[in-house]
């Protein structure tokens, strides 16, 4: 019909990036120490956002929230990288469901060559939106209630940290680097505090 006019009422965005990690980064990677829980480890350091070889990568994550903040359109003062960290998946762990609390936005980036490696999955954030499911045809992005992306080398997501998210059995070693983002500034609108 040519009268039809179609609206995206309340999207969730993802944004995707590429960052090449340098030698550097991949070799401060392959030394870093861990804390264990359970299957998963993360690294002791949860702020490396304040370390020298991170800060080409630091750059990369400033720029896409600036990015970000003009598709929102969200008036701020400063960006903050509230922390940034290691997590190490040994094969047939998972890493469970999962928020970023007290966070604006969050991020997962892979530097290293992941394998054959479980995916991370983003859950609808919407709880009626599984009411009546009709038998899909094929699955797509307007009809799922789990969206997977790849853990490719180099590919970066940014998303919103509410979002809830996790990684599934990993069929081998999976790397990633986390970290969350928070904007400085007035919070609410006037009229509404």
Known sequence: ?????????F????????????????DYVD???YNKHGNLYQSINNNL????????????????????????????????????????????????PHTHSNNLFSGVWYPCK????????????RPQSNQLTPKRKKPNM????????????????MFPAWLSHWVPPTPNTRTSISFNVILRGEYGEENTL
């Open 114 to 125: 992941n394998i054959n490696t479980s995916k991370i999955q983003f859950f609808d954030p």
């Open 1 to 9: 019909m040519a009268d039809v006019k179609e609206w995206d009422l």
């Open 142 to 157: 307007n009809n799922g209630n789990v969206i997977s992306f790849d853990s490719k080398q180099n590919s970066m997501y």
């Open 31 to 33: 030394k870093v120490e």
């Open 11 to 26: 999207p969730t965005k993802i944004f995707e990036s590429k960052f090449v990690a340098n030698d550097e980064i991949l």
């Open 49 to 96: 956002q304040n370390i020298d070889v991170f800060k080409p990568f630091v750059k990369h994550i400033y720029s896409l929230t600036i990015e970000m903040c003009e598709t929102y359109a969200y008036d701020y003062k400063k960006i903050d990288i509230t922390s940034m960290w290691i997590n190490l998946c040994e094969p047939h762990s998972t890493h469970p």
